[in-house]
């Protein structure tokens, strides 16, 4: 059977007939196809309504749980999901939904891959096995076959090295041997050795595990150029031996000896790569392979990816000491120099007959910096926002941040208005950064509250990010020249 693969759009609203067409399924293949999708959490229904279909966005309100049985005219199906999914040998690559200009965008997709590679490290998550639980659980095939070529190029190839001595050899010498068993030659109160022991390392190339471990590597390779997607991730697939799995015995035999390396092996990195060789054999399944399960690399919470990918590119400084941060003035003695930034928001204070106690929980903004403009200094507070803002003349407003949203900002603003009349900071400003697919910072303009002006606070800011700038910067971790948001 052919490979089917698609770019479909995060919470863009697809008909069932839209995906059976798609993805060449009749009519009950389809429902299973949507059925099995929504079991992973990666596929939700909404009505089929006008208002729906412009939607760009999608709230918990307008989620139904829905008969997948039902006509086509009756639902939309919504993605919330960004990644690759493999569902047997039908191949879905969701890209997100801020990407609205074209249908295939291949070079935006391997960026956002990169990204979720970063982040899954960065969050010390280690691999995925396994998707779901229960009668929902399925090993996660995409994922490891993912590792174990990424730590082939990052650590090579798995070795069992043999200690050497060796008479005059290339090596490093072996000073207490040669003294020992050696009868040195004193000119000029020197000694001189005749013979110097030396010590190298070989490698075992007909090991087990190094055979093992290529041709493990060399059907990981195939299967990602089979599925088409060594070119979307980027990876460079390697053939390094004709032997395949079957030639080194039945699969109890290999995981036998797998368990008996692991026993004497206590180098962390090759454990972990025994332990994954050890899954991937035992699970003995094929990408490719009709009713396999189903195989992802991505995330259902791209939202956490972009806020984090906006803290690391605009410098947060939330977690920051007090101590260390560029201040026009000294620290004012009312502050600890040791506290961070986040601990200046003030905690609830629960007060009763004879009892008082501050709450452990407070407010968390996403993300704050402290920059000098020319003479002046600025105190700006971030909020990352993934939504797809519409603001247009004589259409209706859609995809922005909620009034709780806004109203926590006003109230970061209000928490430290205190801090930066202390410190002398010039100005103090309120931002929502939210993605965009074009290449230049946008000002879209502000939101604003008349009742909380009126305490002095500042309007919003609302900027649209070129999200493969940041992406960028987050990749290579470089930083945002924050001048260029025009605050």
């Known amino acids: 059977m052919k490979i089917i693969s698609h770019f479909l759009r995060e919470q863009k609203r697809y008909t069932k007939n839209e995906l059976a067409s798609m993805f060449e399924f009749d009519e ?35 989620v139904e749980v829905a008969d997948e049985t039902a006509g086509n005219d009756q639902h939309y199906y919504v993605f919330v999901y960004v990644g690759v999914i493999t569902v047997g040998r039908r191949i879905l690559k969701i890209y997100p ?47 490891v ?3 174990l070529l990424n730590d082939y190029y990052e650590y090579g190839i798995y070795n ?5 001595v060796e008479v005059n050899g290339e090596g490093e010498i072996l ?58 991730f980027e990876m460079v697939t390697i053939h390094l031996t004709d032997e395949v799995i079957d030639d080194f015995g039945d699969r109890d035999y290999i995981l036998g000896k797998i368990l008996s390396e692991l026993s004497v092996q206590f180098n962390t990195r090759r454990q972990i790569l025994l332990k994954t060789i050890y899954t991937y054999i035992s699970q003995d399944k094929k990408m490719l392979e009709e009713n396999e399960g189903i195989s992802m690399y991505g995330t259902t919470a791209f939202n956490m990816v972009w806020e984090k990918t906006c803290a690391e590119a605009f410098n947060n400084r939330l977690q920051s000491r007090l101590k260390d941060l560029s201040l026009p003035k000294v620290l004012d003695d009312s502050f600890n120099p040791k506290d961070r930034l986040i601990d200046i928001i003030e905690k609830p204070n629960w007060v009763g007959d ?20 020319e003479e002046d200094y600025q105190f700006i507070i971030f909020d990352a926002k993934y939504y797809n803002l519409h603001m247009e003349k004589e259409k209706t407003l859609r995809g922005y941040p909620g009034i709780e949203s806004v109203t926590k900002q006003y109230l970061y603003q209000l928490a430290y208005k205190d801090f930066v009349e202390k410190q002398k900071i010039d100005t103090i400003k309120n931002c929502f950064l939210l993605p965009d697919e074009g290449s230049e910072f946008v000002n879209k303009g502000h939101v ?12 919003i800011q609302i900027c649209l990010l ?7 910067c987050y990749i290579n971790n470089k930083k945002v020249d924050i001048k260029e948001l025009g605050l």
């Not at 990204?115 to 490290?121: A, G, P, Q, T």
């Not at 604003?448 to 309007?459: F, P, Q, R, T």
């Not at 070129?466 to 960028?472: A, D, H, L, V, Y």
């Open 354 to 373: 004879g009892y008082s106690h501050k709450a452990s929980d407070t407010l968390i903004p996403d993300l704050i910096t402290i920059i000098k403009n």
């Open 448 to 459: 604003s509250m008349e009742m909380l002006n009126s305490l002095g606070l500042e309007d």
């Open 466 to 472: 070129p999200s493969n700038i940041i992406f960028s």
């Open 145 to 147: 076959i993912l590792f």
């Open 175 to 232: 000073w207490n041997k040669t003294i020992d068993e050696n009868f040195p030659i004193i000119s000029e109160n020197r000694p001189y050795y005749m013979e110097l022991y030396t010590h190298k390392s070989v490698d075992d190339e007909t090991d087990f595990f190094k055979r093992l471990h290529e041709a493990v590597l060399t059907e990981c390779s195939r299967q990602l150029d089979e599925s088409q997607l060594s070119a979307l």
């Open 97 to 143: 939904k801020y990407l609205l200009s074209a249908n295939e965008p291949l070079t935006e997709m391997k960026q956002v891959l990169k990204v979720l590679e970063k982040y899954s490290n960065s969050e010390e998550q280690i691999v995925n096995l396994y998707n779901g639980d229960g009668e929902n659980r399925s090993f996660n095939l995409l994922a």
């Open 28 to 62: 009950i293949g389809v429902e299973g196809f949507i059925k099995t999708l929504k079991a992973y959490n990666i596929l939700k229904a909404v009505k089929y309504s006008a208002e729906q279909r412009e939607m760009t966005d999608l709230i918990d309100e307008d």
């Open 160 to 164: 069992k090295s043999e200690d050497i």
